[in-house]
């Protein structure tokens, strides 16, 4: 098991440079197996989520050859496989094999998938796309058999703006007979990763970033080659360290306009922002405004940043309130915040946090990947030492996390313990 040990209120000066996305990552992995040649992926970010999506290609005896940043992804040989749980609940991704070996051999047989545990997150949509293709959905306890005859083009709405819903059934219908077409899909730029790198292999996809998804179905997929985009989220959530403890702190290598909601809430605070065109820098102030922020899809405010996010309130002067509109659990990082010395009331899907408040290192508990972060922003912010548990978690999704703040000053280290 790992600990993580920050002492806390140093300032940080100098620059981060953003990796590939996590989110597009672990979808394009799963993706490239629906080519008939070879996919070269790269700007991949080293996390263990990464890592676990080559094993599952491993043991569909699909060839991986890693390079420092990059993946090439030969699927010639390969086999379709039952994905046993041991691999499928590593992490949620898991289940874009769903998609793409439906899509390629019409028939895949897997485990329920893993992941955070910040709410049900249930995968009914991902499953009413595939029969809306064609395909039959058995499922035993955690096990689901999805299979078809033939995967038939069909007109498919889906209730929620589901991110991995529209990715999944994006993979199922590139090789379907016919024309897809998803309404009410999700618009988040992994979604434009990934229908990008399979218009690269050959597909037609037209729409994606926008709410309505075109699929004219292909019969052959071929060589193709992909850069992976800036991660938003670990951008957004070294903003918010920038802006607690920058002075001044660069972000490099983002895209601005994907954490435009971030930046703006940020701004309104009273937060100093110089936005360039890949990047953004940031000079911590020692007054803030209180703000309210309510999650939303995508150009929403990013459910993935509320956790960090709720760590730049606790320093607000005033009365902030945070809602949590896309999951029903994502406020484990409160208890741990309170234990730090915030101020925070939870009712329902609000949580109240009256600042600013001194925070004073303690022992936490990442519960999650983005509370993890959370707990990294506060203990870089806290008086003294913040020992981290569960540290996993975080390194599922922030690559050289450690080595990355480090370098711009902070005392960061991680410890092996029994
Ligand atoms: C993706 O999860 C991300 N994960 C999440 O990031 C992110 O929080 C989320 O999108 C929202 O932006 C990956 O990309 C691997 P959804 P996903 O389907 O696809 C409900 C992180 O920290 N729903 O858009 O699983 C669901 O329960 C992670 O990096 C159904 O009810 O999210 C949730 O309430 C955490 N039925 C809402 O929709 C379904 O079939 C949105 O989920 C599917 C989803």
């Not at 999506?53 to 993946?71: F, G, P, Q």
């Not at 002075?247 to 309104?268: F, G, R, T, Y």
């Not at 000079?283 to 703000?291: H, L």
């Not at 925070?344 to 303690?362: F, N, R, S």
Request: charged share 25%.
């Amino acid at each position: 098991m790992k600990i993580m040990e920050i002492e806390g209120g140093r300032e940080l000066t100098g620059t981060i440079r953003i990796s590939g996305a996590k989110n597009a990552t672990v979808a394009l992995i799963p993706a490239a197996i629906l080519t008939d040649e070879e996919a070269t992926i790269c700007n991949i970010p080293e996390i263990t989520d990464t890592e676990a999506l080559c094993d599952i290609l491993r043991l569909l005896n699909v060839d991986v050859k890693r390079a420092s940043e990059s993946v090439i992804i030969n699927p010639q040989n390969m086999r379709n496989v039952e994905i046993k749980e041991e691999y499928s609940k590593k992490l949620r991704a898991s289940y874009y094999f769903m998609g793409a070996l439906l899509g390629k051999y019409k028939k895949v047989e897997m485990y329920f998938p893993g992941g955070c545990s910040i709410g049900a997150r249930p995968i009914d949509l991902h499953l009413k796309g595939f029969e809306a293709l064609g395909a039959t959905v058995e499922n035993e306890g955690n096990k689901y058999i999805v299979a078809a005859e033939e995967l038939k083009g069909a007109n498919i709405y889906l209730d929620i703006a589901s991110v991995g819903a529209t990715i999944n059934i994006m993979l199922a219908a590139v090789r379907a007979k016919g024309k897809t077409v998803i309404d009410n899909a999700a618009k988040e730029p992994e979604i434009v990763s990934v229908a990008t790198f399979l218009n690269n292999m050959g597909a037609k996809i037209s729409g994606a970033g926008t709410s309505t998804i075109k699929i004219e179905g292909v019969k052959y997929l071929g060589k193709c080659f992909h850069e992976v985009i800036p991660d938003r989220i670990e951008a957004g959530t070294y903003a918010i360290i920038g802006a607690l403890c920058g002075n001044p702190l660069k972000i490099d290598n983002i895209i601005p306009e994907h954490i435009d909601a971030l930046l703006s809430k940020m701004e309104e605070m009273g937060v100093e922002l110089d936005i360039g065109a890949d990047y953004v820098t940031i000079t911590k102030q020692d007054k803030y405004k209180a703000t309210n922020i309510k999650t939303a899809v995508y150009p929403g405010f990013a459910t993935d940043l509320q956790q960090p996010f709720t760590v730049l309130q606790t320093q607000a002067t005033g009365k902030s309130k945070t809602t949590e509109t896309i999951y029903e659990n994502r406020f484990m990082h409160i208890p741990y915040l309170q234990e730090l010395g915030a101020n925070i009331e939870i009712k329902g899907q609000t949580a109240t946090i009256v600042g600013p408040t001194k925070l004073v290192g303690c022992e936490v508990v990442a519960t999650d990947l983005r509370a993890g972060a959370a707990m990294v922003a506060a203990g870089l912010t806290a008086e003294g030492k913040t020992t981290i548990h569960n540290v996993e978690h975080i390194l599922r999704g922030y690559e050289q996390i450690v080595e990355k703040l480090t370098n711009v000053g902070a005392k960061i280290e991680i410890k092996e313990i029994e």
